[in-house]
């Protein structure tokens, strides 16, 4: 195996423009900087690594560090590009008419199952999802990426019925760093829009009801009596055995 490419060495699939494949991440190059003995600095950049016997130049030797890895600076930089990919993705739907077919598209595998989990979009190719999964148009799921809710009408009253408290879209928005990431819960709903943290969007989940995950006293008192809190009710589950129950 070539330990260069880090086949089975524990590097992993981390890579680096210039620089391939990383080693193990103990691997001592790693952590080979760049530095003035003198004035040491605490700048972990990509351009300061030496770990592959680079030349420091006069003011600089070629010393291990205990602030720098590589590794780190690797997964740093991976992560920014994901971010950035993301956001560019986001922009390229958010140009796409509202109707367009490609926004029902949805990871899974089956038909069946990217229509009830609408967890990860897709542009189309089965490389866009997770292995084992195929990507399915025409769904019941949808991504709103880009698209604002419209304005109340202020000249003339509604002519329909006014949305229940359950239908209202408010209910269904929920924040993540991409659509198939917005998690379904109670702190990541964003009713107005812009309740969501830096690096974080908005996003419409059909599948999501914020009114399922909250659950309001009843306004007038239950007709069922009250029972003791360790009466022998509480107990009992339903199973095929007692095990399994």
């Known amino acids: 195996c070539d330990a260069s ?9 981390l890579q680096l423009p ?8 103990d691997d001592r190059s790693n952590v080979m900087f760049c530095q003035n003995q003198w004035d040491p600095s605490d700048d972990c950049d990509l351009d300061l690594w030496c770990g592959d016997g680079k030349d420091c130049g006069a003011d600089a030797i070629c010393f291990y560090s205990d602030r720098c890895h590589l590794h780190d600076i690797a997964e ?5 590009e994901a971010k950035k990919l993301a956001m560019e993705q986001k922009a390229m739907i ?3 008419d509202p109707n367009d077919p490609i926004r029902y598209n949805s990871c ?11 967890t990860k979009w897709c542009w189309g190719e089965e ?3 997770p292995p084992g999964e195929g990507c399915f148009g025409d769904t019941g799921c949808y991504n709103d990426a880009g698209l604002v809710p419209s304005p109340a009408p202020t000249t003339y009253p509604p002519t329909s019925r006014a949305p229940t408290v359950r239908e209202d879209p408010s209910n269904y928005r929920f924040c993540g760093k991409s659509w198939d990431t ?3 819960s109670i702190a990541a709903h964003c009713p107005a ?5 830096d690096g974080e969007v908005c996003y419409t989940k059909q599948r999501c009801n914020v009114q399922d995950l909250t659950h309001p006293p009843t306004s007038s008192p239950s007709l069922s009596p009250t029972l003791p809190h360790d009466h022998a009710s509480y107990y009992r589950y339903c199973g095929k055995s007692a095990q399994h129950a």
């Open 5 to 13: 490419k880090g086949d089975g060495t524990g590097g992993g699939a």
């Open 18 to 25: 210039g620089i391939g494949y990383l080693l193990p991440y």
């Open 76 to 80: 740093k930089l991976a992560e920014e």
């Open 94 to 96: 958010a140009s796409l």
């Open 108 to 118: 899974g595998k089956s038909w069946s199952d990217a229509d009830k989990r609408c």
């Open 127 to 129: 490389s866009d999802c």
């Open 182 to 184: 917005a998690e379904c």
């Open 193 to 197: 829009g812009t309740e969501c943290e």
